[in-house]
């Protein structure tokens, strides 16, 4: 893959309380005229074989992702000062099926002089139920880096194999986040999760956050941090 093609998103995850940003979400993709990006509210999207966690480009976009996340911590330690700026990156079953995902992870940091601890690595509630992958996990986890479970509520995971993972961040579904305002059991079912991250000593993050009305409910509830277009829309560098 040809590096000066890609193009690179990043969508800023902001604190409820201070309303200001302290993380990123690294994403990513290759558009060209047949294959175009698309970013809409909650998915960046590139078509045909791109978008196939099957494919060998996948895999190849994912380790590029990798470094560039490792390296964007290091450009932003030294733009910020003190502090521990954080990126995320999303890796998918396929990713992490294969056992040298924990090298390349490994690789990334060494290469770019970062702390593990900065780097968190996003797996959705699938990946969490897929034992083919726990090992993995399991190791990436031991290099010290952290660890989100994404889109929160619409897996199949239980809740013992949350607590198994010893995640760091539940990311709530947008699903769930949209109707917060207007609709009771959907407040009920959010707050029950923010309820559930703080008890197990993990940071909620709400997806989807569109207005201010969402934003000082979910504040409300204990959510930590907020993710979506109220805060800021994906912005490519």
Known sequence: IEAK??????????SLEASAAEQAESLSGMPNEATPLNIVQGAFTLTDA?????????????????????????????AVG????????????SELADRRAVDRVRAAL???????????V?????????????????????LGV????????TGNSSLRQLGSYSADVLKIDRSFVEFI???????????????LAVDLG????????EDEAQAQLLARMGCGFGQGWHFARPMPF
């Open 181 to 195: 305002a207007d609709d009771q059991r959907a407040r009920a079912i959010t707050g029950a999760v923010v309820a």
């Open 5 to 14: 093609r890609e193009q690179w998103i990043a969508e800023s995850l902001a």
């Open 146 to 153: 952290g660890l989100a479970v994404d889109d929160f509520g």
């Open 50 to 78: 791109a978008a196939s966690e099957d494919g060998v480009l996948l895999g190849a976009i994912g380790e590029l992702s990798l470094r560039r996340a490792c390296t964007d911590i290091a450009t932003l330690a030294d």
């Open 110 to 120: 060494e290469l770019a002089q970062v702390s593990p601890e900065s780097l968190i």
């Open 202 to 209: 993990l940071d909620a993050v709400a997806e989807g956050v």
């Open 82 to 93: 003190p502090g521990q700026p954080s990126v995320s990156v999303n890796l998918s079953s």
């Open 122 to 142: 996003e797996i959705t509630e699938d990946v969490i139920v897929d034992d083919a992958v726990q090992e993995v996990i399991t190791e990436i986890r031991d």
